[in-house]
């Protein structure tokens, strides 16, 4: 089924345009309908990032004709599940509109399923690309990522199969690595302590969305559970720094932010600035405040929770990157995000686990890692899109067209008048005008974030002062058409 064609204005305002190969075409540089702040110079970011990630792609991405996976240990042939994951993620955000990602992400799937256990979910550890059930288990962090991978990808590559597949994977997730009060399990085999990074409330989000069966589990009892247990974690130290690993009730057993904890302040500005969950909010300021009183170029880890650290700690990615996480909810911290940005840049070509997380916490900082499902659920026009023109308008008529043979509409195709859309700086202008026009300012998520009404004939100018930074469609109704140009504000 074409997804562009079932949700019509949503799919424009996704740049599902009929020359893109990818709905979502990096970069995004969203600005999350203003949850919190990006970083300034998000058209450096980008080419950063993309420049890390290809690097990411020659050293880290392994394949063969069936498989593909991420390499732990350069020249080490050792591939974990967590990284499956990651490399999923990054094929459906870095996709372009002259690269599409989905072979790679296709083959990171199928080993994913080739190397799965007696429960359907992948063993987390394999020597080489033949995945098999080698009986080791799996673990719980690979699973949130992978099928959160696999809802984006079915909006990202416009199928439905992704979907079906994250649904299958969601009734084995629930089933033995959830416990029945929602709390998490680490993995399938053990639950004699919790992993506060292994917590992703923000895919709880979208799990609910896909997997109907169990919405209320996901969206209610798992929800409370974990972010009990983190918010009594987070209270433990006036830093607010995670442990790596907790009791069931959040007590810390570590006594220290290290690898494992480090994920955690991504998942919470995940949940943040995709839905703006004050619970995230409340602890990412707390930690925040600590990690601004630090230099970028100082941060390393493991730390003690009580902020200090340990003689043999290491300068890398997994603690630069992260804790410039928990700078984005406050925008007086906004020079302390750039620079513990540009301080993970400096860090060049990182191993694997570094280098993962200073790349998909830069997506998230960056405006790079949107909630595709959310965008993809913009306001709907009461039109019906036709294809784009090569000036990147769009006219659609007032009538929705019938079914096509195949169970898709066929679109409405016929030549309009339309009114012509320029933009000057923050100045948005259009010609042709004939009588009232409304205008709508659509963001990435597809909220209106600016609305306008006018009788004017011929030329009319309004003011877009005021809007973030960031890539945005505008909707104009004139004269019974509706036309649609993206644009991008800076």
């Known amino acids: 089924m074409n997804r562009l064609v079932k949700i019509g204005l949503a799919g424009l305002v996704a740049f599902g345009l009929a020359e893109a190969k990818v709905n979502f075409p990096y970069p995004q540089k969203s600005s999350y309908d203003g949850n919190g ?37 350069k020249g080490g042939n050792n591939f974990v599940s967590e990284g499956t994951g990651y490399g999923m993620l990054m094929m459906v955000y870095f996709s372009d509109n002259t690269t599409s990602y989905q072979s790679q992400f296709d083959k990171l799937w199928a080993f994913y399923k ?43 590559f416009d199928d439905d199969k992704y979907l079906d597949e994250a649904r299958k994977l969601l009734k084995n997730v629930k089933q033995y690595e959830f416990e029945e009060n929602g709390l998490h399990k680490p993995g399938d085999a053990w639950n004699d302590k919790k992993n506060p990074s292994y917590i992703a409330p923000a ?3 979208l799990f609910a969305e896909v997997d109907a069966d169990n919405a209320e589990f996901w969206s209610t009892t798992a929800m409370n559970a974990n972010y009990t247990l983190l918010e009594a974690n987070s209270a433990e130290y006036s830093t607010g720094l995670f442990d790596n690993w907790s009791d069931a009730k959040g007590k810390g057993l570590d006594g220290n932010y290290g690898y494992d904890a480090a994920r955690t302040p991504w998942r919470l500005a995940q949940d943040f600035y995709w839905f703006g969950e004050e619970k995230a909010k409340t602890m990412l300021d707390k930690l925040g405040k600590w990690v601004s009183g630090n230099a970028a170029k100082d941060v390393r880890g493991n ?45 060049g070509e990182e191993p694997y686990f570094e280098q993962s997380l200073k790349i998909l916490c830069g997506l998230l900082v960056s405006g790079n890692m949107p909630n595709l499902m959310a965008a993809s659920k913009a306001p709907a026009s009461s039109s019906a899109a036709a294809p784009e023109s090569s000036s990147s308008e769009v006219a659609s008529s007032s009538a929705v067209a019938p079914q096509s043979s195949s169970g898709t509409q066929a679109l409405n195709t016929a030549v309009v008048s339309v009114p012509k859309i320029t933009l000057d700086g923050r100045t948005l202008q259009l010609g042709a ?37 960031g890539l945005y469609v505008v909707r104009v109704v004139n004269a019974g058409v509706t036309t649609l140009k993206k644009i991008t504000l800076e």
Request: aromatic share 10%; glycine share 6%.
């Open 203 to 205: 895919y709880y989000r």
């Open 114 to 156: 080739a190397g799965v256990n007696e429960h359907g979910l992948m063993n987390w550890s394999f020597g080489g690309l033949k995945p098999y059930d080698n009986k080791a288990n799996a673990a719980t962090d690979a699973e949130m990522d992978v099928a959160a991978a696999l809802i984006m990808a079915a909006y990202q």
């Open 303 to 347: 730390i003690n929770r009580n902020g200090s650290v340990e003689g043999w700690a290491a300068h890398n990615s997994t603690f630069v990157a992260t804790l410039m996480t928990s700078l984005v909810t406050d925008a007086s911290r906004q020079g302390k995000l750039d620079e513990f940005w540009s301080e993970a840049v400096s860090l």
């Open 37 to 73: 702040v990006v970083l300034s110079k998000l058209d450096d970011a980008a080419s950063q990032l993309k420049k890390a990630f290809d690097f990411y792609l020659k050293d880290k991405y392994k394949e063969d004709a069936t498989y593909a996976a991420i390499e732990k240990d």
């Open 433 to 469: 005008v004939k009588g009232n026009v409304h205008v709508d300012v659509v963001s990435m998520t597809g909220s209106v974030v600016k609305s306008f009404d006018k009788n004017a004939t011929r030329t009319v100018m309004f003011s877009l002062s005021g809007i973030p930074n």
